[in-house]
């Protein structure tokens, strides 16, 4: 199977400062990353979608200026929480997919072991 | 808007029997994939089975098998000889086929509980 990665996996940070988390795909490359948020027992949330090459396309609710999402290469999209407050601890997980990929790797996406974010 | 519905929030199965973890789902697509992930306490999600709607024979991986049935929406997995390792919070999603990269929508989840 494909192989995403994601850095860190985990991090503390003050409150008003910015972190930034990198989503890799290993072996295969990714027109499409999509970025989740998952709360402590419950479901994962799309927070937005990311195109290479495009703006981000964020789901309603999501500050679109809090959340910087830049996917500017094949293999690598970044999410960067900005003056992150307690309110923006929780585990931040993204997956990859592409398309236009032969067989059955072309409609599944596939996740990276996600990123623990703790603001104190 | 498309919705999936899990229904049991937490099941339990001895070692080696069989278990089904339910799943619906809504939506006005025909053309459709469904997935199990699973979630294990390292959260790292697994892709469990896959199953294109416009197939109609059920999915099968090893132990894992579905039983999907599209007019009743309806998309469950069964574990076979359940396993230790297969203790997980497992996660129905449904992506409609755009030709593009398109979301996944999620369940609330089912932990399942293996005991020996």
């Known amino acids: 199977g494909a192989v995403v990665s994601q850095h860190p996996s985990w991090v503390i940070c003050k409150s008003g400062t910015s972190v930034k988390i990198e989503c890799r795909s290993l072996d295969f490359q990714a027109t499409t990353m999509f970025w989740y948020r998952q709360f402590p027992k419950q479901s994962l949330m799309l927070m937005a979608t990311?195109?290479?090459?495009?703006?981000?396309?964020?789901e309603q609710g999501v500050e679109k200026d809090k959340f910087l999402i830049n996917h500017a290469s094949l293999t690598l999209s970044t999410l960067t929480v900005t003056s992150a407050h307690p309110e923006d601890s929780s585990f931040y997980i993204c997956s990859a997919q592409n398309p236009r990929l032969a067989s059955i790797l072309q409609e599944t996406q596939y996740f990276g072991p996600g990123t623990r974010l703790l603001v104190l | 808007a498309q919705t999936v519905t899990q229904s049991q929030p937490e099941m339990s199965v001895q070692e080696a029997e069989t278990v089904t973890l339910s799943c619906t789902y809504d939506?006005?697509?025909?053309?459709?994939?469904l997935f199990w992930y699973k979630q294990p306490p390292s959260r790292q999600m697994i892709l469990v089975i896959r199953?294109?709607?416009?197939?109609?024979q059920n999915a099968t991986e090893n132990r894992f098998s579905v039983n999907f049935q599209k007019a009743a929406k309806s998309f469950s997995l069964k574990i076979s000889d359940s396993q230790l390792g297969d203790a997980a919070m497992y996660f129905c999603a449904y992506r409609v086929n755009t030709g593009t990269a398109s979301k996944l929508t999620f369940g609330t989840g089912t932990r399942l509980q293996v005991t020996l």
């Open positions: 199953q294109e709607a416009y197939k109609q």
């Open positions: 990311s195109n290479e090459g495009s703006k981000a396309t964020y």
């Open positions: 939506t006005s697509e025909s053309d459709y994939y």
